[in-house]
Each structure stands twice: as C-alpha cells, then as structure tokens.
C-alpha cells in the first residue's frame, strides 16, 4: 500500500491551497482516511479525517470553518482544502488511512508534503 501527497508548497497569509492523497496497491477500501500534520518541535496533530460510507467528518478545531476534507472513493483519494491559511498552519502534512480489521486498526502514512505559509 502507498500513500502519496501533493499540493504543498509556499503560500501566503490568506491563500488557499489543497493537498491530495491517493492511495495504491491496496485491496481494499480504507474505513478512515485523513490528514495529520507536524509542525516544527510539535507533536503530530489530527487536522481532518473522513469516514468512509457515512463520510462523518472529524476536524481539529483550530482549522474548523477553514479546512475542508473530502474523499472520491473512485479514485482512492482523499483531499484536503486549505482556505485562509495561517502562519500558524505551516508544518508537514502527512495522509493517513485507517483500515479496521478484526477490531484492529491499521494505520498507513504518506511520506509527508510541506505546506509553508507567509505573514
């Protein structure tokens, strides 16, 4: 299974970017799929995940009315809509995707897209 992202990259204060993650090699449909970010001497941070079926929604606070998250299951690919960026929101976002299997949760990550905001 692969994960990989694109759509980073440096942006102002007030910009908007969106962040794609497609999934590949996986037999399967991924039950969660989201995205994390790090941000420099900061822990991991959930930013939004997307239930598949459903499609509830989860999504950190500090992004709430900003962020959007989708996902097209046709296409394995889950992305993330940045509006109104932040200097704030500058870090590493990384995709993930969750598969639950036997009450066990999977967990697969993309190596990672810089998003770098300027004031």
């Known amino acids: 299974v692969q994960l990989v992202e694109s759509g980073g990259g440096l942006a102002q204060a007030g910009d908007s970017l969106r962040l794609s993650c497609t999934a590949s090699?996986?037999?399967?449909?991924?039950?969660?799929m989201g995205w994390y970010r790090q941000a420099p001497g900061k822990e991991r941070e959930l930013v939004a995940a997307?239930?598949?079926?459903?499609?509830?929604?989860n999504i950190a606070d500090s992004v709430n009315g900003r962020f959007t998250i989708s996902r097209d299951n046709a296409k394995d690919t889950v992305y993330l809509q940045m509006n109104n960026l932040k200097p704030e929101d500058a870090a590493v976002y990384y995709c993930?995707?969750?598969?639950?299997?036997?009450?066990?949760?999977?967990?697969?990550w993309g190596p990672g897209t810089q998003v770098t905001v300027a004031s």
């Open positions: 997307i239930v598949d079926g459903g499609g509830s929604v």
């Open positions: 090699g996986a037999p399967f449909r991924f039950n969660v």
């Open positions: 993930n995707a969750r598969r639950l299997v036997d009450l066990r949760w999977s967990d697969y």
